[in-house]
T-cell receptor, first 109, second 119 residues
Framework: RKEVEQDPGPFNVPEGATVAFNCTYS??????FFWYRQDCRKEPKLLMS???SGNEDGRFTAQLNRASQYISLLIRDSKLSDSATYLC??????????FGKGTRLSVIA | EAEVAQSPRYKITEKSQAVAFWCDPI?????LYWYRQILGQGPELLVQ????????DSQLPKDRFSAERLKGVDSTLKIQPAELGDSAMYLC?????????????????FGQGTRLTVV
């Protein structure tokens, strides 16, 4: 079955640090890419979509590299509230979203 | 703000019993998903509906799991009989229908989930 691979972490970083996560996907036909955030025992929520040209939302930057089939998420100036699991999500269009296993981030004071 | 509603939030059941979960997607969303998430793992698809039709149930353990969305709106997921390994969070999600509309990067919206414990 098509897979999405992520480093599970945990990434333990101090407040104010910059941290980056990568995600690789195996299905070259994938069309849509997302990063979801999931707090402990809560449902996943969309953090940002990932576009071919890359996109930025405040302290968060997402990049897509179709040739190498990976997606990245960069978080600058980490806050305590950024502590969560970050899920990489991929799909081909109208097919089900395929989730990675998530990368745990802990931001430490 | 529109939400995906799920019930119950928590369910404890004995193994070999039957259990059912309910989901009401965001109004107008044609696509509905049921995912299962084991602690420490990412969500894994059980079944996808497009309106009332099953699009993908290849990962649904059909000997014990069933899902329906009879009127293309709300949906029920049933397990009978429940096994200890079914303990997990069951997440329902919905998304707008992107087919033929040129929509890209159509996100899915999740409900709060049903946490099932089988004892």
């Amino acid at each position: 079955r098509k897979e999405v691979e992520q480093d599970p972490g945990p990434f333990n970083v101090p407040e104010g640090a910059t941290v980056a996560f990568n995600c690789t996907y195996s299905n070259s036909a994938s069309q849509s890419f997302f990063w979801y955030r999931q707090d402990c025992r809560k449902e996943p929520k969309l953090l940002m979509s990932v576009y071919s040209s890359g996109n930025e939302d405040g302290r968060f930057t997402a990049q897509l590299n179709r040739a190498s089939q990976y997606i990245s998420l960069l978080i600058r100036d980490s806050k305590l509230s950024d502590s969560a699991t970050y899920l990489c999500v991929v799909n081909e269009g109208n097919t089900p979203l395929v989730f990675g296993k998530g990368t745990r981030l802990s931001v430490i004071a | 703000e529109a939400e995906v509603a799920q019930s119950p939030r928590y369910k404890i059941t004995e193994k070999s019993q039957a259990v059912a979960f309910w989901c009401d997607p965001i109004s107008g969303h044609a696509t509905l998903y049921w995912y299962r998430q084991i602690l420490g793992q990412g969500p894994e698809l059980l079944v996808q509906f497009q309106d009332e039709s099953v699009v993908d149930d290849s990962q649904l353990p059909k000997d014990r799991f069933s899902a329906e969305r009879l009127k293309g709106v709300d949906s029920t997921l049933k397990i009978q009989p429940a096994e200890l390994g079914d303990s997990a969070m069951y997440l329902c999600a919905s998304s707008p229908d992107g087919t033929g509309q040129g929509l890209k990067n159509t996100e899915a919206f999740f409900g709060q989930g049903t946490r099932l414990t089988v004892v």
